[in-house]
């Protein structure tokens, strides 16, 4: 976990770095006509950077090098003294982060949040730097929302497909032949041995959260800005799903050894008792934030070393970053597939340790 952690902790870390001057020159330490060629390319890359993290609510497919965007709208849907519904493009889009006028409301679009505002699209800054104007109830389709939508719609027809063939014959056809062998290993390899005889009651849990994250990860390799599992709301809820299961799934010895640890004396047991009931919180939190933080740290390092092509502009520069670009994407690649196997491993571990029966303590008492 620290090394995850000291990853994402160096790629921010190089973010900062590259664009510290022009940092100063916007608190007033460096008068900003003095930004050298350098500085602003910094700049230009850290706020490409910090957009490709962000959800958005239209699909961008490239930037021309004019600074326009080609892609597609995306559906805008709030709510505020009503439903409110429009097309990012239409008039009442958030074009250019200019302010929108809706039934006689202004609104405006901060880092792909919504706020509302004045007339003039005034927003109140606090201490924390982020706005704090009222912000409508956002239900819009965003990229990162349609991206689940489409990544469930295709698994749905994939393995619906694949259930199918299975009726007419046992040998796999198709894409079952490359997406069998991984149904087998998360059986044999992940359910068996960390739930036990009770693995067939969760391998549909844990096959759909297994392929999910995973087309989900290599999507996110693609160069589209999408970044579902480095969003931290997903990796949340995806946990939630995890610790929803293993709670009401739990038995009785499960929630014996959280509130009344059996074979050690009762001043332990009262100390015990809150470190595990902690405990329940933190294995959901691990989850969490192992799969944002190496999703995350990914696209910043790569991002990164492109951007210092266009920082120092040199041939060294123009041989190296690239050589170390595709060494890190190749193993973002791999990162894809042992981020997938590794949520799914933990939330087995935790699934059958809620289930589990201690045998062995009902005959020693005997």
């Known amino acids: 976990m620290f090394k995850k952690f000291a990853v994402l902790f160096y790629s921010i870390f190089v973010l900062n770095l590259v664009s510290a001057q022009h940092g100063e020159a916007a608190a007033g330490t460096v008068p900003a006509q003095e930004l050298s060629e350098k ?61 929108t006028e809706v039934d006689g409301s202004y609104y405006k679009l901060h ?103 995973l087309f989900l990860n290599v ?53 015990m008792l809150p470190i595990e009931l902690l405990g329940t919180i933190t294995k959901p939190f691990a989850l969490m934030i192992r799969l944002f933080a190496n999703m995350t740290a990914g696209h910043i390092v790569v991002m990164s070393l492109i951007g210092l092509i266009y920082v120092f502009k040199n041939f060294a520069a123009g041989v190296a970053f690239p050589f170390l670009t595709l060494v890190i994407y190749l193993l973002e690649v791999l990162v894809a597939f042992l981020q997938a196997y590794i949520f799914t491993m933990l939330s087995a571990l935790f699934i059958g340790m809620a289930v589990q029966e201690h045998e062995h303590e009902h005959h020693a008492a005997h």
């Not at 910094?42 to 080609?70: C, Q, R, Y």
């Open 39 to 99: 500085d602003k390319a910094s700049k230009e890359n850290k706020e490409f950077i910090d957009h490709h993290l962000l959800d958005a609510h239209d699909f961008t497919l490239m930037v021309d090098k004019d600074g326009h965007h080609i892609g597609f709208p995306l559906p805008v849907i709030f709510y505020d003294n009503g439903i409110h519904a429009f097309m990012s493009n239409s008039k009442e889009g958030f074009m250019h982060g200019e302010t």
């Open 111 to 213: 880092h792909e949040k919504i706020f509302k505002t004045d007339a003039a699209g005034t927003l109140t800054l606090g201490e924390d730097g982020f706005p704090t104007n009222e912000r409508p109830l956002d239900l819009s389709i965003t990229k990162s929302v349609l991206i689940l939508l489409l990544v469930s719609v295709f698994m749905l027809v994939l393995f619906a497909g694949m259930a199918k063939s299975y009726k007419k014959s046992v040998v796999p056809t198709g894409a079952a032949r490359f997406l069998e062998p991984l149904i087998i290993f998360v059986r044999d390899e992940v359910a068996i041995p960390n739930i036990g005889h009770k693995y067939k009651r969760f391998m549909g849990y844990l096959l759909t959260v297994f392929f999910f994250i």
């Open 219 to 271: 999507l996110g390799l693609m160069p589209f800005g999408i970044n579902v599992t480095g969003n931290i709301t997903m990796t949340f809820f995806l946990a939630i799903l995890t610790y929803l299961i293993t709670t009401f799934s739990a038995n009785k010895d499960y929630w014996k050894h959280i509130f009344w640890m059996p074979g050690v004396p009762v001043p332990m047991k009262l100390i």
